[in-house]
């Protein structure tokens, strides 16, 4: 609760501060709360104690899995922030609010990982959410900017009323918000509810809506495409962390056993399946950066599904993943922003080993990373998480294998193009020491992080 309130406060002190017109005060004063946050998560976590334990509060519950996911959401936060400050600096006049809802939406990300109670969860649901909608849509000058907010807006809208709709069914089956009173109404239940069902039913579409599985995946690529580079990375990293955290709460807590799990695996394991093939496939035709990212993003959705299906530590493996992948993606990121092509074209990395070594050596890395290849850090995120779903799962487990290997090709593709020399001279990229430190935390974290986790295990 201390980190929370602090990102929170922080994200109020970077509204004010832009005032002064500075975006170097902006993002200095958000990147410093976001790392009195982290100290603060990793004092709770070896002392167990919260300097705010007078406050009493309602359906929120910090436990140790919960600032984990904090920690990682924070960590990650704080290095967009830092690879956005080139983009922020441009506008100062509105630095202030974009650094303010990405704290913000922050917030909801945490409140997201530690909730008890259906109320809560769609109230950090939110919190997240709409800050996104605008944000997605900040660069003005881009039309693809504005549709990508629109269309993110009304598909991400729609999944919030299914979610309602879903979540209206399960109360009038078992007459609760809370976690733990749903999950002993359940466990009452000598038959399940068809009205429990049908809850059930819909609030897993709205999940597969919010993290951009197939067949619900269509706003993915063109929000991702018009979103400024550090919109999407945020997206494609602390919304999907918390999202998955937050739907894999519930599904393993309440809706896990027996019966009511047999009934909702089915569907869910097709729409694995169909998640892996379309993201995979529609990735090999991509000429677009940030399209290619988005499809690579869907099938990581496929793969991160699996932990529905599996049996073990599943939180501890999901934290795993998804904090390699976002080390991933914050580097391939940075490479996008430091590159700055406007027509956003892959075509527009090839030279880069020679205008900037360092960032070339960072963008190679996350594509293997991504792809999987020892000894990045997602090489070891996809054993651990394919191990945990073997047994539950074997022949789904192949499925995502074959895909592996099918995204190797398209992600070869793109460093190929990094390592290969351009056909004539190019200016030279310079990096600011921010970003310079941004990427090195980020290649420390595909690296020097694989072999350290892996352990814990």
């Not at 436990?63 to 936060?77: G, H």
């Not at 749903?182 to 429990?196: A, C, G, H, R, V």
């Not at 990395?349 to 792809?371: C, D």
Request: proline share 3%; charged share 10%; with cysteine.
């Amino acid at each position: 609760m201390d980190a929370l309130l602090i990102v929170f406060a922080s994200g109020l002190i970077s509204l004010f501060a832009a005032f002064a017109k500075k975006p170097w005060l902006v993002v200095g004063s958000a990147m410093a709360g976001l790392l009195a946050a982290i100290i603060v998560i990793i004092g709770q976590l070896q002392t167990g104690k919260a300097f705010f334990d007078f406050l009493k509060y309602e359906g929120l519950a910090f436990d140790q899995v919960a600032l984990l996911f904090s920690l990682a959401i924070c960590v990650l936060t704080l290095l967009i922030v830092g690879i956005g400050y080139e983009r922020f600096k441009e506008n100062p006049v509105h630095t202030g609010e974009y650094i303010g809802l990405l704290l913000f939406s922050a917030t909801g990300a945490m409140i997201m990982t530690a909730y008890t109670d259906m109320f809560m969860f769609f109230l950090g649901l939110e919190i997240l959410s709409i800050p996104i909608y605008v944000m997605a849509g900040s660069n003005k000058a881009d039309v693809r900017s504005s549709e990508a907010s629109l269309k993110y807006f009304l598909t991400g809208s729609f999944a919030t009323g299914v979610f309602l709709f879903g979540l209206a069914w399960v109360y009038g089956a078992t007459g609760t918000f809370k976690l733990q009173e749903i999950q002993l109404k359940i466990q009452e239940m000598d038959t399940l509810s068809p009205i429990l069902m049908i809850g059930v039913l819909l609030i897993m579409a709205s999940f597969i809506f919010k993290v951009g599985a197939a067949p619900f995946h269509f706003w993915s690529p063109d929000v991702y495409d018009g979103a400024p580079p550090a919109v999407t990375g945020f997206m494609a990293s602390v919304v999907k962390i918390a999202a998955f955290f937050a739907f894999l709460k519930m599904f393993a807590f309440c809706f896990g056993r027996g019966e009511l799990y047999d009934f909702w695996k089915g569907a869910l394991v097709v729409m694995i399946v169909i998640t892996l093939f379309v993201g995979n496939l529609s990735a090999l035709r991509q000429v677009k950066f940030k399209r290619l990212l988005a499809y690579s993003s869907i099938t990581h959705v496929g793969y991160t599904l699996l932990l529905f299906v599996s049996q073990g530590d599943v939180a501890g493996t999901l934290w795993f993943y998804m904090f390699s992948y976002g080390f991933s993606i914050v580097g391939i990121i940075a490479v996008a922003i430091a590159v700055n092509d406007s027509e956003d074209r892959i075509e527009g990395l090839r030279g880069l080993g020679k205008r900037n070594p360092f960032l070339a050596i960072v963008g190679i890395v996350a594509l293997l990373s991504l792809a999987g290849i020892p000894p990045t850090s997602g090489f070891f995120a996809k054993y651990i998480l394919f191990s945990s779903a073997w047994e539950n799962a074997s022949w789904l487990v192949i499925i995502a294998l074959i895909n592996s290997g099918i995204s190797i090709y398209y992600y070869l593709k793109v460093l190929v193009t990094i390592a290969s020399p351009a056909e004539q001279e190019q200016e030279k990229i310079k990096l600011s020491p921010l970003t310079i430190a941004v990427l090195t935390i980020a290649l420390v974290g595909m690296l020097g992080f694989s072999f350290i986790l892996p352990f814990l295990y």
